[in-house]
T-cell receptor, first 113, second 110 residues
Framework: GAGVSQTPSNKVTEKGKYVELRCDPI?????LYWYRQSLGQGPEFLIY????????DSGLPNDRFFAVRPEGSVSTLKIQRTERGDSAVYLC???????????FGSGTQLSVL | KNEVEQSPQNLTAQEGEFITINCSYS?????LHWLQQHPGGGIVSLFM???GKKKHGRLIATINIQEKHSSLHITASHPRDSAVYIC????????????FGTGTSLTVIP
């Protein structure tokens, strides 16, 4: 695709449920990032993939959060036992390689009721 | 303390005014990005800087590595420039992790 695609654009779930958020990066981009943005705040780093491997997952807040990128392209961010505090916009970005410009998706607005 | 600080947090300007948004950081970096986020929209990368100055249309970005400071300037501001502008730095020795400022919300009034 022409840009970074994130689905769904909006997700409403109940506390305690499991959710999956998908990111389809720009073709050929090896680096993929997940960020979380709360209202009025800048994006908060969650995890960074270089190819298929998670090069840095230090931003994941706890073990309820997990992300995969099995074929080095599409990535899925998985949140177990969702809590109201997980409500935020989850942003995905990709870049061709280290040191290249970042391209962001439109984000997934997650609302945990 | 946040590694990346932006000022001002909020800015209102009249159309046509020259605008400056500042970003200071406290860590060693390999690159700095200026990003634009429209309400309800995604984030667009405006500039990536590692030194000096870049210009694109009415936008100018500068960086002073020694002073750990960058500025984003908008000349002849227009209401369509209204957005949140975010500074992000790629820290040295952290792989490829980026750290973000909290953003500057700009409103340009016709």
């Amino acid at each position: 695709g022409a840009g970074v695609s994130q689905t769904p654009s909006n997700k409403v779930t109940e506390k305690g449920k499991y959710v999956e958020l998908r990111c389809d990066p720009i073709s050929g981009h090896t680096a993929l990032y997940w960020y979380r943005q709360s209202l009025g705040q800048g994006p908060e780093f969650l995890i960074y993939f270089q190819g298929t491997g998670a090069a840095d997952d230090s931003g994941l807040p706890n073990d309820r959060f997990f992300a995969v990128r099995p074929e080095g392209s599409v990535s899925t961010l998985k949140i177990q036992r969702t809590e109201r505090g997980d409500s935020a916009v989850y942003l995905c970005a990709s870049s061709r390689s280290r040191g290249e410009g970042l391209f962001f998706g439109s984000g997934t607005q997650l609302s945990v009721l | 303390k946040n590694e990346v600080e932006q000022s001002p947090q909020n800015l209102t300007a009249q159309e046509g005014e020259f605008i400056t948004i500042n970003c200071s950081y406290s860590v060693g970096i390999s690159a700095l990005h200026w990003l634009q986020q429209h309400p309800g929209g995604g984030i667009v990368s405006l500039f990536m800087l590692s030194s000096g100055k870049k210009k694109h249309g009415r936008l100018i970005a500068t960086i002073n590595i020694q002073e750990k400071h960058s500025s984003l300037h908008i000349t002849a501001s227009h209401p369509r420039d209204s957005a949140v502008y975010i500074c992000a730095v790629r820290r040295l020795n952290t792989g490829n992790q980026f750290y973000f400022g909290t953003g500057t919300s700009l409103t340009v009034i016709p």
